[in-house]
């Protein structure tokens, strides 16, 4: 068999398996070393395909897509630092279990480590931030290898998501001539329908006698806390608030835990805790007997410092799967179970237990009364961060997804972010929290055909501005709320802002940029508010339109803070005059 068929096939088969064990996305960057599977993957008719130039950016746009459909995407590119590139959202895929399967061309190894052209050392570059490499053969044509090939294909997407989802890496040495011959017989090889390795993946669920040895530690106690952290799965909600009101207790749900929003009850749904956890003497007040903790640590570092002062309370954290995020450095119990699983089981085998009903009431009143000032308006004529995320979120559909930056955008949601009936789903990247790549993971999620609604900051914004390239290049639906301090916000309420001669270059850094000029370069539509009124007027005409639009509000850092922590200190104020 002669190179130009052998390639073909080689490639082909490997391609054909990628989609018959699940693959239906791949996000392409142009270059010449991935040619045969960058055509072949245009070639296959059960594969879409979407070409991102920027290899950063399309790793992100990935994300987003993979993160928005719960299923695994596949990223192509060539060979030398365009897979270098890749690495921001890799980490970010790691940290925040994401099935990505991650395709780099590669030189052939004559080519290596001899001064050739676009050659870098691919093996394993993405280190333990993916969950398994495979330097693939050389390709070859004959049946044995056709079947190396495809179990390598069908390995990674079964790796890619299964327990702890996450990025696999497969590096593709290929020689040239690099063009493949599609009007080859038989393709795609044996078509049996079925994957090289088909899967049967089972729930990890509590076997009775430590579903019995759980209850014993639990039944005695007074006062039990379930905190529910970031995590996707929009069912568990139903489940958890079932356990809370069975035992009547407060649930502390963080904005990314898909509680706070669905048709569910929410009464035992605590959304304020973090404005009045900040305060020393209320944590003293709300020492728990135990705390039982759903999906990854909170958002809010005042919950943080709370459970940093209660390192001798028993701490149970459940996981799906595996693994140990639990950054209090707190002596923790972890239970391995399907959360949904778990609460079901819980409430089945333990319905008769009851905890002290004035601890539930003492959580609902403080809550009460932080809601009560977080959700005061400000004057008709100011527009602060935190009124511009409380006018979204009134506005947004009933149905609808929210992707959302970090810094101060995630902690805006936190704070201002209520309880709703509306299904609205909340994505972020809180594996490494950074601040790169957001405009094209939310462009990623707008990939899949919803219209999603992406807020964040100017850094972020500016950090990635190419990301919107791919919004005009597929006419995708996205609405971007641009909340535009003019730098980096979150150092505002840091130290940092203690230390005035350094302050404004080191961490305040405005940038001073008119960002109407670069979304109207990429074909959006540009629209600046200045009142809550005009904002949800804006946002309600953006919604009923098609393509980008970016929406932009103009607050002041210092002014910003100040206007938090007067919201903070009436809530402690009023919290405390009570307890007197």
Request: glycine share 6%.
């Amino acid at each position: 068999m002669e190179h130009t068929e052998t390639l073909t096939r080689y490639t082909a088969n490997f391609v054909d398996e990628l989609v018959k064990s699940g693959l239906t996305e791949v996000v392409i960057s142009p270059g010449s070393r991935s040619t045969p599977i960058a055509m072949t993957m245009t070639e296959h008719p059960k594969v879409k395909q979407w070409v991102i130039i920027d290899e950063r950016s399309a790793a992100f746009f990935a994300l987003g897509m993979a993160k928005q459909n719960k299923r695994p995407v596949a990223l192509v590119c060539t060979s030398g630092t365009a897979a270098a590139n890749y690495f921001p959202a890799i980490v970010e895929a790691h940290y925040s279990r994401v099935p990505l399967v991650v395709i780099t061309a590669d030189r052939p190894h004559e080519l290596r480590d001899v001064g050739a052209p676009q050659a870098i050392e691919q093996t394993k570059l993405y280190g333990d931030y993916v969950k398994w490499f495979h330097e693939m053969a050389l390709p070859e044509g004959d049946t044995k290898m056709l079947s190396y090939v495809r179990s390598k294909a069908s390995r990674a997407i079964h790796v890619a998501r299964e327990g702890n989802a996450g990025p696999v890496h497969l590096n593709f040495p290929v020689r040239e001539p690099l063009i493949p011959d599609f009007s080859l017989k038989n393709l795609w090889g044996e078509n049996n329908g079925q994957a090289f390795y088909p899967t049967f993946d089972g729930e990890y669920k509590l076997h009775p006698d430590h579903l019995n040895q759980l209850i014993d530690k639990l039944k005695n106690k007074e006062k039990g806390l379930i905190v529910c952290g970031p995590q996707v799965d929009g069912g568990f909600a139903e489940s958890v608030v079932h356990l809370a009101s069975t035992w009547q207790l407060p649930i502390l749900a963080d904005p990314l835990s898909q509680v706070r929003a669905g048709n569910h009850s929410k009464e035992n749904v605590i959304e304020g805790y973090d404005a009045f956890l900040r305060n020393e003497s209320i944590r003293k007040q709300l020492k728990p007997d135990f705390i039982i903790r759903f999906g990854a640590m909170p958002v809010s570092k005042a919950y943080l410092f709370y459970v940093k002062e209660y390192k001798d309370i028993p701490q149970f954290i459940v996981e799906e799967n595996a693994g140990y995020r639990e950054p209090a450095g707190n002596a923790s119990q972890f239970i391995y179970a399907n959360a949904k699983i778990l609460c079901e089981d819980l409430v089945c085998t333990a319905n008769n237990i009851s905890f002290n009903s004035s601890w539930l009431e003492e959580w609902r009143r403080m809550n009460h009364v932080a809601k009560k000032h977080l959700l005061a308006k400000s004057e008709e004529d100011k527009l602060t961060e935190g009124d511009a995320v409380r006018s979204l979120l009134e506005v947004m559909p009933k149905q609808s997804s929210l992707y959302v930056g970090n810094s101060m955008a995630v902690r805006d949601v936190d704070t201002f972010f209520m309880t709703t009936s509306k299904t609205i789903s909340l994505l972020a990247n809180r594996g490494a929290n950074g601040i790169d790549g957001m405009v094209s993971s939310g462009v990623g999620a707008a990939a899949t055909g919803e219209h999603i609604t992406l807020l964040l900051g100017d850094l972020s914004f500016f950090h990635d501005l190419n990301g919107l390239l791919a919004a005009k290049h597929y006419n995708l639906n996205i609405t971007i709320l641009l909340i535009n301090n003019n730098g980096g916000g979150i150092f505002s309420f840091l130290p940092q802002v203690n230390y005035k001669e350094h302050f404004e270059s080191l961490f305040g850094t405005p940038l001073d940029i008119d960002f109407q000029k670069a979304v109207e370069m990429y074909g959006g539509q540009y629209s600046y508010v200045k009142n809550a009124i005009d904002l949800q007027h804006t946002l309600h005409t953006n919604y009923d339109k098609k393509g980008l639009s970016v929406i932009e509000v103009k607050t002041d850092r210092q002014t910003n803070m100040e206007w938090h922590r007067e919201k903070w200190q009436a809530i402690e104020k009023e919290i405390l005059a009570n307890e007197v």
